[in-house]
């Protein structure tokens, strides 16, 4: 496998009450670039109150990271529950194509789960990049202080009161 490249940055998009969104241009150009399609998919963040996307090419690296986790477990003498980690990561999530302009709907359930209604604040943080409400992000606690400035300038520049 060649080198792969990474989701950074952020954006503030407009999300409408049937889901319908747009990935920032940026990050549709690192989807396409690792996997050769207009695909992503979109899953739960396993410890926040977000979304993490990625393309389909990461999904072969996530079962390898996976497998050798479970390796590591089992070396160590410790528990592992395969059965809920291959659940969470290939189970719950759902493969969404996209137009040339990146937009896509979003299903329900995972707008459901992260509060997705008005904005969805994207940002890049590697392999995969995270989907949040944005005032969900601003009342996180460990959310650290730049991330929030940036948030609030977005908001602020949208209008939005944050």
């Given amino acids: 496998m060649g080198e792969r490249e990474i989701f950074s940055g952020y954006a503030l998009n407009a999300i409408d009450a049937k889901g319908r969104l747009a990935i920032p241009a940026s990050f549709r150009k690192v989807i396409e670039r ?3 399609a207009p695909h992503l998919i979109i899953g739960r963040h396993e410890a926040d109150n977000c979304l993490t ?3 389909r090419g990461w999904s072969s690296r996530l079962q390898a990271r996976i497998e050798r986790d479970e390796a590591r477990a089992q070396d160590a003498g410790q528990a592992y529950d395969r059965h809920t980690i291959n659940r969470r990561a290939f189970g719950l999530v759902e493969d969404i194509g996209f137009d040339a302009s990146g937009r896509f ?4 359930f995972f707008r459901a789960k992260a509060q997705l209604t008005e ?3 994207f940002l890049g943080v590697g392999q995969v990049f995270e989907l949040w409400n ?3 992000c601003l009342a996180a606690d460990h959310i650290d ?3 929030k400035d940036l948030v609030r300038f977005l908001l602020a520049e949208r209008g ?3």
């Fill in 34 to 36: 690792n996997s050769n």
């Fill in 53 to 55: 996307g990625y393309d």
């Fill in 105 to 108: 709907i979003l299903p329900a």
């Fill in 119 to 121: 904005w969805v604040l």
């Fill in 134 to 136: 944005p005032h969900v």
């Fill in 145 to 147: 202080t730049d991330t």
């Fill in 160 to 162: 939005v009161v944050a």
